[in-house]
């Protein structure tokens, strides 16, 4: 019988040379422009308008990802990457990646290969210790963790936990009552937004809470909302703390946000993407102080912690509120180990039924680096941050425009907002290394993100170079 397949042994040798290719590619990062320069359309347009009826080689592909594909690449894994917040791979992340292709497993109930779901448990809870998550989020008790996509996803698994207990699990069958209220601040991420409307919430009952000098929530004005909404008959019922806002890194009040939760019973959820990470070295773990107080908590493996996109660790503290909100069975996935009680169906921990095997990767990274080593690396990301921020600070021209507590330094030139812009647009129109930017109070803020895996000092010197001279010449 015909068949168009690839053998085994094709797959091997092509194999072989897609890891090649990919070693090449990180030997010879820096030599890209960071930030891809092309015009819209510029690639699709290269691209042939329908499939090809005919099969064609492996070869001819790579032909065009060489000459097509490769100039609309933004080269998120070179050093000199400081935009947005990292999104960091590793060697370690990637073998264990493509495991999971290979394995081609899909994990939605443990009997449908029981290593995804236990290694799933086992790492996660190794990742609680690191992070020195209180108890109650570790699978031997109450809680338990599960790996998601996205930041944002496990932020919608939340706010659909917290609708339902807040209502009796009753909104999942009768529809959304129209009256329940939920909190962030000002500066949380748009995922919340996009949570509260799928969820049904509505934009209309999502309030954002006033920030302080550092940005942070003020739970001051988070207690006063609430009241307010109670005494307008309205269901408070779920508020998100940032630890390290997308913008500049703003670390909410933790302890107090979550003793306004308990009081009012509100559902506390910690949004930690980035920053979170840092919490496995002891000194910063105090970012997290207040965790005791959350219900749930949030980071991405795949933004700080050398593993490649897409893997987001959602930890609950009661897993029962969030089964009883996504648990559906229907007949064709009944089965004896299930109907047991014994195991764990992830499937009922998110939104989607089926999930690939995303621990692999994560317990390669963690076993490749040890904990130790995983320390190291942040710690040093840190220093060079801070190296920067010091000298920003003692820069005539520049100023720091937010605090720098870990990862990200905000700052600006004296010259303004023009100025500032057209600064950025320069260097990485360069394309000798990329950085963006925010706004903060109107101002047009420069933002360098340090996380990349292979950023050095030297990096980091030579991006402080560029930028000193760029201004000095635009001046
Ligand atoms: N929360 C914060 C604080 C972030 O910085 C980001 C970054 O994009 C997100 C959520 C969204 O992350 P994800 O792409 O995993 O949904």
């Known amino acids: 019988m015909k068949n168009y397949h690839m ?23 820096e030599k890209y422009p960071v930030l891809s320069q092309v015009k819209p359309g510029e690639i699709k347009n290269q691209l042939p308008v329908t499939a090809p009826a005919n099969s064609e080689s492996i070869e001819q592909i790579m032909a065009d990802v060489n000459s097509i594909i490769m100039p609309g690449i933004t080269h998120w894994q070179s050093p000199n990457f400081f935009a947005y917040f990292p999104s960091n791979s590793s060697g370690p992340s990637v073998l264990g990646d493509l495991l999971s292709s290979g394995l081609g497993v899909q994990g939605m109930l443990w ?65 959304n009552l129209g009256n329940l209220v939920a909190y962030v601040s000002s500066q949380t991420h748009s995922s919340l937004e996009k949570a509260v409307k799928i969820a049904g ?39 998100c703390a940032t630890v390290g806002s997308t913008s500049t890194n703003a670390m909410d009040p933790l302890t107090e946000i979550g003793r306004i939760c308990q009081t009012h019973q509100l559902w506390m959820h910690i949004d930690a993407a980035m920053s979170g990470t840092a919490a496995i070295c002891p000194e910063h773990r105090h970012f997290l102080n207040g965790i005791e107080l959350a219900d749930s908590f949030s980071f991405n493996p795949h933004k700080w912690m050398f593993t490649n996109f897409d893997c987001n660790c959602f930890f609950v503290a009661d897993r029962s509120a969030l089964i009883k909100t996504l648990s559906i069975l229907p007949e064709y996935l009944k089965n004896q180990a299930t109907e ?35 320390r190291y690396h942040i710690q040093e990301h840190i220093r060079l941050a801070q190296q920067f921020a010091g000298w920003i600070l003692s820069s005539n021209d520049f100023a720091l425009a937010a605090p720098a507590p870990l990862n990200l330094v905000c700052f600006a030139h004296k010259n303004g907002n023009d100025f500032n812009r057209k600064l950025l647009e320069t260097i990485n129109n ?12 109107g101002k047009y803020i420069l933002r360098m993100c340090f996380g990349q895996t292979n950023t050095t000092e030297e990096h980091v010197r030579q991006a402080w170079e560029t930028i000193q001279e760029t201004a000095k010449k635009l001046t």
């Open 7 to 29: 053998s085994p042994d094709e797959f091997r040798k092509q194999g072989k040379q897609m890891i090649d290719w990919i070693a090449d590619y990180y030997e010879n990062l």
């Open 111 to 175: 009997a449908t290969s029981p290593s995804c779901t236990e290694l799933e448990t086992r790492v996660l809870d190794w990742l609680a210790e690191m992070l020195q998550l209180p108890e109650r989020f570790k699978s031997s008790s109450a809680g338990g963790a599960v790996i998601q996509d996205t930041a944002s996803s496990a932020a919608l698994s939340a706010v659909l936990a917290a609708r339902e207990k807040k209502t009796n699990y009753q909104t999942n069958d009768t529809g």
């Open 201 to 239: 919430i509505g934009k209309n009952n999502l309030r954002l809470i006033e920030v302080d000098e550092n940005l942070a929530m003020r739970a001051d004005l988070l207690e006063a909302a609430i009241q307010k909404d109670l005494q307008a008959g309205l269901i408070p019922f779920f508020v």
């Open 340 to 374: 047991s009680g014994a195991v764990c169906d992830y499937r009922d921990w998110h939104i989607q039924l089926g999930r690939r095997f995303r621990s692999l990767k994560l317990w390669f990274v963690i076993r490749h680096y040890g904990v130790n080593g995983l």
């Open 430 to 441: 360069s394309g000798k290394m990329y950085f963006t930017h925010t706004i903060i109070d």
